[in-house]
């Protein structure tokens, strides 16, 4: 793969200078986007309101919307019991609507992996989107089947809040759509990289949780990704250094991070933040590291697709994520 060019055409850049051109010339049919079914396969939804708004925004980007029955279902944390959160998934691949988009994260995808029947998710052909706990899905699903998956907007945090992040809407259904080919996003701090691989991951602390089970994909020469919330850098720093005993991330082309958020630094850190994460991650794994992904627990994100052939190339101050070659 040739590096690509900074070129606006080719889709989104994501920074401060952000350029968006929506012009696309493809010859090969785009798959279906045209419906999206909502469903809570993890946590409880908190407030309603915000599910029917993120429907009506979901409606006005030309997407039909259908809540799953037991999407705003309650017992204790989860949204309703591990029978109903199962059955929401069954439910989903049968209807008829291409797309099936959780509501929410939060906690409880882990219980139901050794439950789900993975061989009906895959052939339904759905393209399930998801983000943070929905992580065990996408990798389930993808060690399980080979199938491709995304990781990206949710219901309730990217369209049910006051106000919908242009970009996150544009590269959803960009991705939906199969109209987006390469997304080059602005980084600081990127090591020289061009390579190939699949692309996997999602939130660290999900994927690490992962290790040891069936769940986790056994991917050699990927592309990782990772984000998470609420994680000071010390426990993420414990985290990387699982997966890099365990032997994986030095099985990868490159590690990209994306935003890791919302935790405090402590007075006695003394200067230990994330960047000195990812400088002992550089010296220790000796795989390119690219930071600056836009994805995690923040308003501007892209949606992924976990399992596909992707393409990743850096020069200076940009990263390419190349995610359809048809072209090049």
């Given at each position: 793969m040739s590096t690509p060019t900074h070129d606006h055409d080719h889709g989104p850049t994501c920074g401060d200078d952000c350029g968006h051109d929506h012009s696309?010339?493809?010859?090969?049919?785009?798959?279906?986007?045209?419906?999206?079914?909502l469903i809570s396969p993890s946590s409880?939804?908190?407030?309603?309101?915000?599910?029917?708004?993120?429907?009506?925004?979901?409606?006005?980007q030309g997407f039909k919307t259908a809540l799953d029955r037991t999407a705003l279902?309650?017992?204790?944390?989860?949204?309703?019991?591990?029978?109903?959160?199962?059955?929401?998934?069954?439910?989903?691949?049968?209807?008829?609507?291409?797309?099936?988009?959780?509501?929410?994260?939060?906690y409880g995808m882990g219980r139901l992996l050794d439950q789900i029947d993975w061989k009906a998710m895959a052939d339904s052909?759905?393209?399930?989107?998801?983000?943070?706990?929905?992580?065990?899905?996408?990798?389930?699903?993808?060690?399980?089947?080979?199938?491709?998956?995304?990781?990206?907007?949710?219901?309730?945090?990217?369209?049910?809040?006051?106000?919908?992040?242009?970009?996150?809407?544009?590269?959803?259904?960009?991705v939906m759509r199969?109209?987006?080919?390469?997304?080059?996003?602005?980084?600081?701090?990127?090591?020289?990289?061009?390579?190939?691989?699949?692309?996997?991951?999602?939130?660290?602390a999900m994927v690490t949780s992962l290790i040891g089970t069936p769940y986790m994909p056994k991917i050699r020469g990927g592309i990782l990704f990772l984000e998470d919330?609420?994680?000071?850098?010390?426990?993420?720093?414990?985290?990387?250094?699982q997966l890099w005993q365990a032997g994986i991330l030095a099985k990868q082309k490159a590690i990209v991070l994306g935003r890791f958020t919302d935790y405090k630094l402590a007075p006695h850190d003394k200067g230990y933040d994330l960047h000195e994460v990812v400088a002992w991650l550089?010296?220790?794994?000796?795989?390119?590291?690219?930071?600056?992904?836009?994805?995690?627990?923040?308003?501007?994100?892209?949606?992924?697709?976990?399992g596909q052939k992707v393409g990743i190339a850096t020069e200076k101050g940009l990263a390419h994520l190349v995610l359809d070659e048809h072209h090049h």
């Open positions: 696309h010339d493809h010859a090969h049919s785009l798959p279906d986007a045209r419906g999206i079914y409880a939804v908190r407030d309603p309101a915000t599910v029917e708004l993120a429907r009506e925004r979901l409606q006005q279902a309650e017992h204790q944390r989860f949204a309703g019991t591990d029978a109903q959160r199962l059955a929401c998934l069954t439910r989903a691949t049968k209807q008829k609507l291409p797309i099936v988009m959780v509501t929410r994260g939060g052909g759905k393209r399930f989107v998801g983000l943070s706990d929905f992580t065990a899905f996408n990798l389930g699903l993808l060690a399980k089947t080979g199938a491709v998956s995304y990781s990206g907007a949710t219901a309730v945090a990217d369209f049910g809040g006051k106000k919908v992040d242009d970009l996150t809407e544009a590269l959803f259904g960009e199969g109209e987006l080919e390469i997304l080059s996003f602005e980084t600081q701090d990127a090591d020289a990289v061009d390579a190939r691989g699949i692309l996997w991951g999602g939130n660290l919330v609420a994680e000071h850098p010390y426990r993420v720093e414990r985290m990387l250094i550089r010296k220790t794994v000796k795989v390119p590291v690219i930071t600056g992904l836009p994805y995690g627990h923040v308003a501007t994100k892209a949606t992924l697709p976990i």
